[in-house]
């Protein structure tokens, strides 16, 4: 038992390398439409939620579409969340870039950019990982393959906690 929780202990520090980490604050709420409804964070306390804002011209965001669909499918069972914001002011580009994806998380719209002015986004795509408890656990700039495994183990550190 103690050299699996080195072990763990010591993923976990790798990975926190990446992302940038704070004291744990509580998530702003956001309830935005989705394609069939609505998505309120408040909702899915309980979970632990990647929370990802993309817009349809960004290059790194059509790269991290398939990512997040593999770690939804992943984790989905164990209690992840998945929720990707576009933030294009018009919503038929967000549609346009959809169309061909498949995409099996929630994607919700927000054209007035307010929800990302609530988490202080610094720039696209930028993520959240947020914990069970409703707090922001780490959050993340950009997206490049290299990074997937060390986000992955962050997500996997934060479903072992209840």
């Known amino acids: 038992m103690k050299y699996f929780l080195q072990t763990v202990a010591a993923i976990y520090l790798t990975a ?3 992302v940038s980490m704070a004291a744990p604050a509580t998530a702003p709420n956001i309830q935005l439409p989705t394609s069939d409804g609505e998505v309120n964070l408040a909702d899915l306390k309980g979970k ?3 929370l990802d804002f993309w817009a349809s011209w960004c290059v790194p965001c059509r790269a991290s ?3 997040m669909a593999e770690i939804k499918h992943k984790y989905g069972p164990k209690g992840l969340e998945v929720v990707a914001v576009n933030l294009d002011k018009d919503r038929a580009l967000a549609d346009a870039f959809l ?4 995409i099996n998380f929630l994607v919700a719209f927000d054209e007035s950019g307010k929800s990302a002015e609530s988490y202080d986004l610094r720039g696209i795509p ?5 914990g069970r408890d409703g ?11 290299k990074d997937k495994s060390k986000l992955e183990s962050v997500i996997k550190i934060l479903l072992l906690q209840r």
Do not use: H, T
């Open 16 to 18: 926190m390398s990446l």
């Open 65 to 67: 579409f398939p990512w």
């Open 48 to 50: 632990v939620v990647y």
């Open 135 to 145: 707090s922001i656990q780490a959050s993340y700039l950009g997206f490049r393959d």
């Open 99 to 102: 169309k061909d994806r498949e």
């Open 126 to 130: 930028g993520s959240y990982i947020i």
